[in-house]
């Protein structure tokens, strides 16, 4: 070759060199939060002395001996863990009791003081083995904030907790995640020594991805709901801040920041119960399928992992009502993401990056993450077009990034080919690791996604195509203040069909919509089944009873606006005592503004502990002109309402009456001042 050739060969490679190669994009993952991101679902494990002694939050003052599990078995979570398709298990080591689920030697408030195994036992050993048995990865969750240990708020506790971390880092093999919890509610003041702790994970488990408010593996999604915004970016600024109270402001850790400092992608922490350990109260109360699946497709769904708590129960197992749940779960997500109808289309893209081997648009629809597509430098609005042969109804859209070369697209849609035009079906912001659209059923030949901003050249590895089966949601019957019921069903694919006359809804019963009015001031019974048209399968049938409506109700007293909460119709609102009125009893007057032959009276609690004044002792008075009171009505006690708050219904002889009061006598929670009611109802049928 001439020298002249040579030269111009040399430019031409170096040319191609610098089109072919994409320059990251802003604040990168590491290899181990590729890995730890690809993870997406996998389970969070309380259990300890709470377990056993109905707590949320231990004191660290508990016997030790409470930890008595009766026939723990670690291979039953990680067996469970394994067919809900989870990839990994993180479980409290040590939770804010200090009470540690190994021996360890720097806490005399461990396993070995409790009477499990005679104090031979190690939760810690048996755990790590049956992950490891079943391919899962291991983790721990470890709160510094610690209300047993002596030394907790001296200078010294910082040594403490970077010696317990060492210990169960070095003894039970690779840790995927190392969980510290932020929370802290004690009157200890104990400035952690985060520097210290870190160092401590990266030397013993360099992969493990560090969990917190501010990462610097994983941030917690700023709420214990599981749900991640649907914009969210996996960066956050992070100066100023520190883990725990002084982390970042909700909305950043809910949606990351756009350009931020560090890659700390979203972590969605939400428990399978109301509480975070188990307790049998909670046992009818595992979320159902529509909720779980509005986590995943919250959390999963939009750019986040999620870790979804299954607390051990007291014998040491999964209770099957959770695992039962986890398996539908399963089964529904299964079910969805079985077929991938972008498979089979041809894909053909505006804009795509030449001279790169490895940019493909077939890499869009080959199932892979590790593989992608990407525009030109300074293309960032673009199109993708998937074509069919023949119509796809399809009602899923997953798109990924390929994130290993940063976050970058901020806003994109999905058009269809509707009748020969194009109709848009989605607008959204960003994409990240992945995010899953959740769609009505739509049908067509042409699917656009089209790109619309980007931080820099869009880099996407993956575009697919299902159609989820119709989920069969049991509808929902509520009735308002005025009288108004509406019907709804959390999901949106089946049909409601409804009656009023007591029979049994069918499909030729009248169909129910947002527009359908049903106004039952007087009250009456509501009946209601979820449809599904195509395969004709029928939810349970629900049922709603009604008495008279408190469209004419007013409060008398106490004076507070906030008491009509208690009768509004809506349970979800809540009337309390005023706070500084700190003596039992408390009262609510109520003017029915009509005269009505009353036969009881309903009440329901508030299941919000945080509002508390659940209603224990109570006498319940009545009268026909709101001066001359007499005897009650009814007096006594709600049975049982402190654990099992659910809506109370007493009934006595009949009387005519326009006003009526219930007198709160004793509080269901020893020492709590307040009364709280979320409904008052009368029985008058
Ligand atoms: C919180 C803790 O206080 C709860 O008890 C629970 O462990 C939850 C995952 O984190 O901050």
Same mark, same amino acid.
């Given at each position: 070759? *001439?020298?002249?050739?040579?030269?111009?060969?040399?430019?031409?490679?170096?040319?191609?060199?610098?089109?072919?190669?994409?320059?990251?994009?802003?604040?990168?993952?590491?290899?181990?939060?590729?890995?730890?991101?690809?993870?997406?679902?996998?389970?969070?494990?309380?259990?300890?002395?709470?377990?056993?002694?109905?707590?949320?939050?231990?004191?660290?003052?508990?016997?030790?001996?409470?930890?008595?599990?009766?026939?723990?078995?670690?291979?039953?979570?990680?067996?469970?863990?394994?067919?809900?398709?989870? *990839?990994? +298990?993180?479980?409290?080591?040590?939770?804010?009791?200090?009470?540690? #689920?190994?021996?360890?030697?720097?806490?005399?408030?461990?396993?070995?003081?409790?009477?499990?195994?005679?104090?031979?036992?190690?939760?810690?050993?048996?755990?790590?083995?049956?992950?490891?048995?079943?391919?899962?990865?291991?983790?721990?969750?470890?709160?510094?904030?610690?209300?047993?240990?002596?030394?907790?708020?001296?200078?010294?506790?910082?040594?403490?907790?970077?010696?317990?971390?060492?210990?169960?880092?070095?003894?039970?093999?690779?840790?995927?995640?190392?969980?510290?919890?932020?929370?802290? !509610?004690?009157?200890?003041?104990?400035?952690?020594?985060?520097?210290?702790?870190?160092?401590?994970?990266?030397?013993?488990?360099?992969?493990?991805?560090?969990?917190?408010?501010?990462?610097?593996?994983?941030?917690?999604?700023?709420?214990?709901?599981?749900?991640?915004?649907?914009?969210?970016?996996?960066?956050?600024?992070?100066?100023?801040?520190?883990?725990?109270?002084? !982390?970042?402001?909700?909305?950043?850790?809910?949606?990351?920041?756009?350009?931020? =400092?560090?890659?700390?992608?979203?972590?969605?922490?939400?428990?399978?119960?109301?509480?975070?350990?188990?307790?049998?109260?909670?046992?009818?109360? @595992?979320?159902?399928?529509?909720?779980?699946?509005?986590?995943?497709?919250?959390?999963?769904?939009?750019? !986040?992992?999620?870790?979804? &708590?299954?607390?051990?129960?007291?014998?040491?197992?999964?209770?099957?009502? %959770?695992?039962?749940?986890?398996?539908?779960?399963?089964?529904?997500?299964?079910?969805?993401?079985?077929?991938?109808?972008?498979?089979?289309?041809?894909?053909?893209?505006? %804009?795509?990056?030449? &001279?790169?081997?490895?940019?493909?648009?077939?890499?869009?629809?080959?199932?892979?993450?590790?593989?992608?597509?990407?525009?030109?430098?300074?293309?960032?609005?673009?199109?993708?077009?998937?074509?069919?042969?023949?119509?796809?109804?399809?009602?899923?859209?997953?798109?990924?990034?390929?994130?290993?070369?940063?976050?970058? @697209?901020?806003?994109?849609?999905?058009?269809?080919?509707?009748? !020969?035009?194009?109709?848009?079906?989605?607008?959204?912001?960003?994409?990240?690791?992945?995010?899953?659209?959740?769609?009505?059923?739509?049908?067509?030949?042409?699917?656009?996604?089209?790109?619309?901003?980007?931080?820099?050249?869009?880099?996407?590895?993956?575009?697919?195509?299902?159609?989820?089966?119709?989920? #069969?949601?049991?509808?929902?019957?509520?009735?308002?203040? =005025?009288?108004? @019921?509406? +019907?709804?069903?959390?999901?949106?694919?089946?049909?409601?069909?409804?009656?009023?006359?007591?029979?049994?809804?069918?499909?030729?019963?009248?169909?129910?919509?947002?527009?359908?009015?049903?106004?039952?001031?007087?009250?009456?019974?509501?009946?209601?089944?979820?449809?599904?048209? *195509?395969?004709?399968?029928?939810?349970?049938?629900?049922?709603?009873?009604?008495?008279?409506?408190?469209?004419?109700?007013? @409060?008398?007293?106490?004076?507070?606006?906030?008491?009509?909460?208690?009768?509004?119709?809506?349970?979800?609102?809540?009337?309390?005592?005023?706070?500084?009125?700190?003596?039992?009893?408390?009262?609510?007057?109520?003017?029915?503004?009509?005269?009505?032959?009353?036969?009881?009276?309903?009440?329901?609690?508030?299941?919000?502990?945080?509002?508390?004044?659940?209603?224990?002792?109570?006498?319940?008075?009545?009268?026909?002109?709101?001066?001359?009171?007499?005897?009650?009505?009814?007096?006594?006690?709600f049975a049982n309402i402190k654990n099992n708050p659910v809506p109370q219904t007493i009934s006595f002889a009949p009387?005519?009456?326009?006003?009526?009061?219930?007198?709160?006598?004793?509080?269901?929670?020893?020492?709590?001042?307040?009364?709280?009611?979320?409904?008052?109802?009368?029985?008058?049928?």
């Amino acid at each position: 070759m *001439k020298k002249t050739n040579l030269l111009l060969a040399g430019l031409l490679a170096c040319g191609m060199a610098s089109a072919q190669k994409i320059q990251p994009y802003g604040a990168l993952p590491s290899k181990a939060q590729v890995v730890w991101n690809d993870m997406e679902y996998y389970m969070f494990i309380h259990f300890g002395p709470n377990t056993f002694t109905n707590k949320e939050w231990g004191h660290g003052d508990e016997d030790p001996k409470v930890f008595n599990p009766t026939r723990l078995d670690a291979r039953q979570w990680a067996r469970t863990a394994k067919q809900a398709g989870m *990839k990994g +298990i993180v479980i409290t080591a040590k939770h804010h009791d200090g009470f540690c #689920l190994w021996p360890s030697k720097y806490s005399t408030h461990t396993v070995r003081e409790s009477a499990w195994k005679n104090g031979k036992g190690d939760v810690l050993a048996e755990l790590s083995a049956a992950c490891k048995e079943y391919g899962l990865k291991f983790g721990v969750y470890l709160s510094p904030w610690d209300r047993n240990h002596p030394e907790y708020g001296t200078a010294s506790y910082n040594q403490v907790f970077a010696n317990t971390l060492e210990e169960v880092l070095t003894s039970y093999g690779p840790v995927f995640e190392q969980w510290f919890d932020g929370a802290n !509610g004690g009157n200890i003041k104990q400035p952690y020594d985060w520097d210290l702790f870190h160092k401590v994970v990266y030397k013993h488990q360099p992969n493990a991805v560090i969990f917190s408010d501010v990462g610097p593996g994983c941030r917690w999604v700023g709420n214990e709901n599981g749900i991640a915004g649907t914009t969210n970016w996996s960066t956050l600024n992070v100066k100023g801040f520190s883990p725990g109270a002084g !982390g970042p402001p909700t909305k950043s850790l809910n949606e990351g920041n756009e350009d931020g =400092e560090q890659w700390i992608p979203a972590e969605c922490d939400v428990s399978i119960r109301p509480g975070w350990f188990y307790s049998p109260d909670t046992d009818d109360k @595992v979320k159902s399928l529509n909720t779980l699946l509005d986590i995943y497709y919250g959390s999963v769904g939009r750019n !986040g992992n999620l870790i979804l &708590n299954v607390p051990i129960d007291r014998d040491g197992v999964i209770h099957p009502n %959770d695992s039962t749940r986890l398996m539908e779960l399963r089964r529904t997500l299964d079910a969805t993401f079985k077929n991938n109808l972008a498979k089979n289309a041809v894909v053909t893209a505006t %804009d795509t990056r030449k &001279n790169n081997p490895e940019v493909k648009v077939a890499h869009l629809t080959d199932g892979s993450n590790a593989t992608y597509w990407a525009t030109p430098d300074n293309v960032t609005a673009t199109t993708v077009k998937l074509t069919f042969k023949k119509p796809v109804t399809f009602n899923r859209v997953v798109l990924q990034e390929y994130i290993a070369l940063g976050q970058r @697209v901020k806003a994109f849609s999905v058009e269809i080919l509707d009748n !020969g035009v194009k109709k848009e079906i989605a607008r959204e912001t960003t994409i990240g690791h992945k995010r899953i659209l959740r769609l009505p059923d739509y049908t067509t030949t042409e699917v656009y996604i089209n790109i619309s901003d980007a931080k820099a050249a869009p880099v996407i590895s993956e575009i697919q195509l299902y159609e989820a089966p119709g989920m #069969l949601a049991t509808p929902e019957i509520r009735r308002d203040k =005025e009288g108004m @019921v509406t +019907i709804t069903a959390a999901s949106a694919d089946p049909e409601i069909h409804y009656t009023t006359d007591g029979t049994a809804p069918t499909l030729n019963s009248p169909m129910y919509t947002p527009q359908t009015e049903i106004r039952l001031p007087q009250g009456g019974t509501v009946k209601a089944r979820a449809f599904l048209r *195509k395969t004709k399968a029928a939810s349970p049938e629900v049922k709603a009873s009604f008495d008279v409506a408190p469209a004419k109700w007013q @409060v008398v007293a106490p004076a507070a606006a906030e008491a009509a909460k208690a009768i509004d119709g809506n349970t979800a609102t809540v009337w309390a005592s005023d706070k500084k009125e700190t003596q039992y009893p408390h009262q609510l007057e109520v003017d029915l503004g009509e005269t009505l032959t009353l036969k009881g009276f309903t009440y329901t609690p508030t299941t919000n502990e945080h509002i508390g004044g659940v209603i224990y002792g109570y006498a319940f008075y009545t009268s026909t002109d709101g001066k001359s009171w007499g005897q009650p009505a009814a007096a006594g006690s709600f049975a049982n309402i402190k654990n099992n708050p659910v809506p109370q219904t007493i009934s006595f002889a009949p009387v005519k009456a326009r006003f009526i009061r219930l007198v709160a006598l004793t509080p269901a929670t020893e020492k709590d001042n307040r009364a709280s009611i979320a409904e008052l109802g009368v029985i008058t049928k």
